[in-house]
């Protein structure tokens, strides 16, 4: 199996396990995996460019100039990528983060309008 169906697989299974905690009501661990859902699709599509990195804030920034600023990617569809970056930096790092029923349900919700427009991109 190749890197770019690993990528795929990640993201889709990430989308099934925040469902699942959402369901469950672990909201914090919810948004993480909703982030990771983006970001292994992120990456599946730098890679399809031929572009690496391994940085959350790289691949956040490579999108943007290769995709958004070339007009393949609406700016407020990579700008959900960035604002649930910063939600998982919050619920990852931060002690006092409260992730609740609305953000986690926001977070899966634009992990799936994320995914649903790279893969218009990568036409699958």
């Known amino acids: 199996m190749n890197e770019m169906s690993r990528l795929l697989i ?52 490579l999108i943007n100039l290769h995709f958004v600023k070339t007009g393949r990617l609406a700016p407020d569809i990579s700008k959900l990528l960035g604002d649930t970056h910063d939600l998982r930096q919050s619920g990852d790092y931060e002690t006092d983060f409260v992730a609740n029923q609305e953000v986690a349900d926001q977070a899966i919700a634009d992990a799936k309008t994320f995914i649903a427009e790279v893969r218009k991109i990568l036409a699958i």
Request: charged letters at 20%.
């Open 10 to 61: 990640l993201s889709s299974e990430d989308v099934d396990t925040a469902e699942f905690l959402y369901k469950n009501n672990l909201y914090r661990p919810c948004v993480s995996r909703a982030y990771y859902a983006m970001y292994y699709i992120a990456q599946a599509l730098l890679l399809s460019e031929g572009i690496e990195t391994s940085t959350h804030r790289g691949v956040i920034k």
